[in-house]
Protein backbone atom coordinates (compact mmCIF):
# COMPACT_ATOMS: atom_id res chain seq x y z
CA UNK A 1 0.00 0.00 0.00
CA UNK A 2 1.38 3.27 -0.92
CA UNK A 3 1.94 6.55 1.76
CA UNK A 4 0.92 9.72 0.93
CA UNK A 5 1.51 12.38 3.94
CA UNK A 6 0.00 15.78 3.93
CA UNK A 7 1.24 19.38 5.17
CA UNK A 8 0.12 22.45 4.88
CA UNK A 9 -0.58 26.03 6.49
CA UNK A 10 -4.41 25.08 5.92
CA UNK A 11 -5.75 25.02 9.03
CA UNK A 12 -8.87 22.47 9.32
CA UNK A 13 -11.91 24.62 9.25
CA UNK A 14 -12.16 25.16 5.68
CA UNK A 15 -12.77 22.51 2.64
CA UNK A 16 -9.50 22.66 1.15
CA UNK A 17 -7.53 19.04 2.96
CA UNK A 18 -10.77 16.89 2.54
CA UNK A 19 -10.77 17.79 -1.10
CA UNK A 20 -7.44 17.11 -1.57
CA UNK A 21 -7.86 13.36 0.33
CA UNK A 22 -10.94 13.09 -1.68
CA UNK A 23 -8.84 13.27 -4.66
CA UNK A 24 -6.82 11.01 -3.71
CA UNK A 25 -9.22 8.23 -2.73
CA UNK A 26 -11.16 8.82 -5.94
CA UNK A 27 -7.60 8.31 -8.14
CA UNK A 28 -5.80 5.37 -6.40
CA UNK A 29 -7.64 2.38 -5.61
CA UNK A 30 -4.92 1.75 -2.38
CA UNK A 31 -3.74 4.42 -0.63
CA UNK A 32 -3.18 5.58 3.26
CA UNK A 33 -3.12 9.34 3.69
CA UNK A 34 -1.49 10.51 6.71
CA UNK A 35 -1.92 13.97 8.07
CA UNK A 36 1.42 15.30 9.52
CA UNK A 37 0.41 18.99 10.20
CA UNK A 38 -2.34 21.12 9.07
CA UNK A 39 -1.85 23.67 11.79
CA UNK A 40 1.88 25.25 10.31
CA UNK A 41 1.78 29.12 11.32
CA UNK A 42 1.53 30.69 7.95
CA UNK A 43 4.16 31.06 5.26
CA UNK A 44 6.37 29.69 8.45
CA UNK A 45 9.02 28.36 6.51
CA UNK A 46 11.04 27.45 9.55
CA UNK A 47 8.49 25.92 11.65
CA UNK A 48 7.33 23.84 8.52
CA UNK A 49 10.67 22.43 7.88
CA UNK A 50 11.23 21.59 11.51
CA UNK A 51 8.53 19.17 11.57
CA UNK A 52 8.87 17.30 8.34
CA UNK A 53 12.87 17.14 9.20
CA UNK A 54 12.11 14.87 12.03
CA UNK A 55 8.51 13.21 10.94
CA UNK A 56 9.71 12.06 6.85
CA UNK A 57 12.16 9.74 8.46
CA UNK A 58 9.66 7.59 10.02
CA UNK A 59 8.06 6.95 7.04
CA UNK A 60 8.67 3.39 4.56
CA UNK A 61 10.54 3.93 1.36
CA UNK A 62 8.71 5.81 -1.53
CA UNK A 63 6.44 7.49 0.57
CA UNK A 64 5.14 10.82 -1.27
CA UNK A 65 4.83 13.79 0.63
CA UNK A 66 2.73 16.88 -0.41
CA UNK A 67 2.97 20.32 1.41
CA UNK A 68 1.09 23.12 0.96
CA UNK A 69 2.95 25.54 2.71
CA UNK A 70 3.53 29.37 0.70
CA UNK A 71 2.88 27.21 -2.16
CA UNK A 72 1.82 29.73 -4.96
CA UNK A 73 4.00 29.57 -8.45
CA UNK A 74 5.57 32.80 -8.87
CA UNK A 75 9.03 34.45 -9.69
CA UNK A 76 12.05 32.00 -8.18
CA UNK A 77 9.67 30.26 -6.42
CA UNK A 78 9.16 27.03 -8.36
CA UNK A 79 7.14 23.91 -8.11
CA UNK A 80 9.75 20.94 -7.62
CA UNK A 81 9.76 17.18 -6.68
CA UNK A 82 12.59 16.43 -5.15
CA UNK A 83 13.78 12.76 -4.66
CA UNK A 84 15.66 12.44 -1.16
CA UNK A 85 16.37 9.07 1.34
CA UNK A 86 14.04 7.12 -1.37
CA UNK A 87 11.15 9.79 -0.43
CA UNK A 88 9.13 12.31 -2.76
CA UNK A 89 8.73 15.46 -1.70
CA UNK A 90 6.46 18.06 -3.68
CA UNK A 91 5.81 21.42 -2.95
CA UNK A 92 7.11 25.04 -3.97
CA UNK A 93 11.18 25.76 -3.76
CA UNK A 94 10.61 29.21 -1.54
CA UNK A 95 13.63 28.04 0.41
CA UNK A 96 11.98 25.66 2.59
CA UNK A 97 13.58 22.64 0.71
CA UNK A 98 17.05 23.84 1.88
CA UNK A 99 16.15 24.19 5.44
CA UNK A 100 14.35 20.65 5.51
CA UNK A 101 17.72 18.96 4.07
CA UNK A 102 20.53 20.21 5.52
CA UNK A 103 23.59 17.75 5.01
CA UNK A 104 21.40 15.34 3.44
CA UNK A 105 22.42 14.09 0.06
CA UNK A 106 19.81 14.54 -2.17
CA UNK A 107 18.88 12.25 -5.35
CA UNK A 108 16.97 14.30 -7.86
CA UNK A 109 15.18 17.71 -8.07
CA UNK A 110 12.66 18.50 -10.65
CA UNK A 111 11.28 21.68 -11.78
CA UNK A 112 7.23 21.47 -12.60
CA UNK A 113 6.46 22.31 -16.26
CA UNK A 114 3.16 23.07 -16.81
CA UNK A 115 1.86 20.63 -19.84
CA UNK A 116 -1.66 19.77 -21.24
CA UNK A 117 -1.80 17.36 -18.35
CA UNK A 118 -0.51 19.64 -15.50
CA UNK A 119 -1.60 22.90 -15.18
CA UNK A 120 -0.87 25.86 -13.01
CA UNK A 121 -3.55 26.74 -9.87
CA UNK A 122 -4.47 29.02 -7.65
CA UNK A 123 -4.80 25.41 -5.55
CA UNK A 124 -1.83 23.85 -6.39
CA UNK A 125 -1.86 21.46 -3.45
CA UNK A 126 -4.89 19.66 -5.33
CA UNK A 127 -4.34 20.48 -9.19
CA UNK A 128 -0.81 20.18 -9.41
CA UNK A 129 0.88 18.30 -6.42
CA UNK A 130 -1.64 15.83 -5.52
CA UNK A 131 -2.41 14.81 -9.19
CA UNK A 132 1.43 14.41 -9.98
CA UNK A 133 1.33 12.29 -6.54
CA UNK A 134 -1.50 10.15 -8.29
CA UNK A 135 0.80 9.73 -11.28
CA UNK A 136 3.82 8.66 -9.52
CA UNK A 137 2.17 6.20 -7.59
CA UNK A 138 0.91 4.62 -10.84
CA UNK A 139 4.30 4.28 -12.13
CA UNK A 140 5.24 7.69 -13.73
CA UNK A 141 8.89 8.90 -13.68
CA UNK A 142 9.24 11.51 -11.61
CA UNK A 143 11.72 12.94 -14.82
CA UNK A 144 8.49 13.50 -16.95
CA UNK A 145 7.03 16.27 -15.09
CA UNK A 146 9.61 18.68 -16.03
CA UNK A 147 13.53 19.06 -15.94
CA UNK A 148 16.13 18.42 -13.54
CA UNK A 149 17.74 21.21 -11.39
CA UNK A 150 20.77 20.87 -9.50
CA UNK A 151 20.22 22.80 -6.38
CA UNK A 152 17.07 24.03 -3.71
CA UNK A 153 16.31 27.75 -3.62
CA UNK A 154 18.44 28.67 -0.51
CA UNK A 155 17.01 29.40 2.85
CA UNK A 156 19.94 29.97 5.24
CA UNK A 157 19.22 29.01 8.63
CA UNK A 158 20.75 30.84 11.51
CA UNK A 159 23.48 28.19 13.49
CA UNK A 160 24.79 28.93 16.68
CA UNK A 161 28.23 30.40 17.36
CA UNK A 162 30.66 30.45 20.11
CA UNK A 163 31.96 34.15 21.16
CA UNK A 164 35.26 34.40 23.33
CA UNK A 165 35.88 36.92 25.99
CA UNK A 166 39.88 36.56 26.67
CA UNK A 167 39.76 39.38 29.49
CA UNK A 168 37.31 36.77 31.72
CA UNK A 169 38.25 33.66 29.78
CA UNK A 170 34.99 32.62 29.22
CA UNK A 171 33.34 31.52 26.30
CA UNK A 172 29.37 32.09 24.93
CA UNK A 173 27.66 29.90 22.75
CA UNK A 174 24.29 32.41 21.24
CA UNK A 175 21.76 30.04 20.15
CA UNK A 176 18.35 30.96 19.17
CA UNK A 177 14.81 29.14 19.62
CA UNK A 178 14.20 27.90 16.43
CA UNK A 179 10.48 26.41 17.62
CA UNK A 180 7.85 26.55 19.99
CA UNK A 181 5.62 23.44 20.31
CA UNK A 182 2.09 23.26 21.43
CA UNK A 183 3.40 22.73 24.93
CA UNK A 184 5.25 25.49 25.19
CA UNK A 185 8.87 24.50 24.91
CA UNK A 186 11.65 26.54 23.80
CA UNK A 187 13.59 24.24 20.64
CA UNK A 188 16.79 26.29 20.30
CA UNK A 189 19.10 25.47 17.11
CA UNK A 190 21.94 23.58 19.12
CA UNK A 191 22.47 19.83 18.47
CA UNK A 192 23.31 17.42 20.93
CA UNK A 193 26.72 16.90 18.92
CA UNK A 194 27.34 20.44 18.32
CA UNK A 195 27.00 21.15 22.54
CA UNK A 196 29.04 18.18 23.54
CA UNK A 197 31.67 19.06 20.76
CA UNK A 198 32.04 23.00 22.37
CA UNK A 199 31.11 21.77 25.41
CA UNK A 200 31.64 18.72 26.98
CA UNK A 201 32.35 18.10 30.24
CA UNK A 202 33.37 21.99 31.29
CA UNK A 203 30.44 23.55 33.63
CA UNK A 204 28.35 25.68 32.09
CA UNK A 205 25.62 28.30 32.62
CA UNK A 206 22.41 28.48 30.59
CA UNK A 207 21.26 31.93 30.89
CA UNK A 208 17.41 32.62 29.96
CA UNK A 209 15.04 36.12 30.65
CA UNK A 210 13.84 37.40 34.08
CA UNK A 211 17.20 36.24 35.01
CA UNK A 212 16.35 32.22 34.98
CA UNK A 213 19.68 30.55 34.60
CA UNK A 214 20.42 26.31 34.38
CA UNK A 215 23.44 24.62 34.73
CA UNK A 216 22.86 20.94 33.97
CA UNK A 217 21.39 18.90 31.27
CA UNK A 218 18.65 16.64 32.36
CA UNK A 219 18.31 13.35 31.05
CA UNK A 220 13.94 12.88 31.86
CA UNK A 221 11.70 15.59 32.28
CA UNK A 222 11.27 13.74 35.94
CA UNK A 223 14.63 14.45 36.54
CA UNK A 224 13.23 18.10 38.17
CA UNK A 225 9.86 18.59 40.51
CA UNK A 226 6.81 19.84 38.86
CA UNK A 227 6.91 23.22 37.72
CA UNK A 228 10.48 23.66 37.53
CA UNK A 229 12.80 25.10 34.48
CA UNK A 230 14.31 22.57 33.06
CA UNK A 231 16.88 21.93 29.50
CA UNK A 232 16.91 18.83 28.03
CA UNK A 233 17.89 17.07 24.82
CA UNK A 234 14.44 16.56 22.63
CA UNK A 235 13.86 13.37 20.50
CA UNK A 236 15.51 15.70 17.31
CA UNK A 237 18.76 15.86 19.75
CA UNK A 238 18.25 19.57 20.10
CA UNK A 239 18.44 21.79 23.27
CA UNK A 240 14.75 21.69 24.14
CA UNK A 241 13.89 24.63 27.52
CA UNK A 242 10.78 23.07 29.11
CA UNK A 243 8.69 24.05 32.27
CA UNK A 244 8.58 19.97 33.70
CA UNK A 245 4.53 19.12 33.59
CA UNK A 246 2.98 22.43 33.80
CA UNK A 247 3.41 22.78 30.15
CA UNK A 248 0.63 24.19 27.63
CA UNK A 249 0.43 27.26 25.02
CA UNK A 250 -0.92 29.25 27.84
CA UNK A 251 1.60 28.74 30.77
CA UNK A 252 4.43 26.95 29.03
CA UNK A 253 8.02 27.63 29.70
CA UNK A 254 7.56 30.57 26.72
CA UNK A 255 4.58 32.73 28.50
CA UNK A 256 6.88 32.19 31.93
CA UNK A 257 9.72 33.63 30.63
CA UNK A 258 8.78 35.89 27.82
CA UNK A 259 10.42 33.46 25.22
CA UNK A 260 9.95 33.71 21.41
CA UNK A 261 10.87 32.40 18.17
CA UNK A 262 13.75 33.89 17.44
CA UNK A 263 15.15 35.23 20.75
CA UNK A 264 18.71 34.36 22.02
CA UNK A 265 19.67 32.29 24.59
CA UNK A 266 23.36 32.26 26.01
CA UNK A 267 25.08 29.54 27.08
CA UNK A 268 28.25 30.77 29.06
CA UNK A 269 31.21 28.17 29.47
Do not use: W
Not at 25 to 52: Q, R, V
Not at 91 to 101: A, Q, V
Not at 201 to 208: A, E, H, R, V
Amino acid sequence: MSVITLTSDYGNKDYFISSIKGYLCANLEYIKIIDISHDITPFHLGECAYILRNSYPSFPNKTIHIIGLDSEHQGEKKHIIAKVENHYFIGTDSGLFSLIFQNKKVEKIIQIEFKNDIKDSTFPMLNVFAKIACEIINGKKIETFGSEIKSFLYNKENKPIVTVDEIKKRRTIVAEIIYIDRFGNAITNISKEFFEAKIGTKPFTIILRRNQKIELISEKYSDVDEGDILAIFNSAQLLEISLMRRNTSEIGVNSLLGIEEKDSILIDF
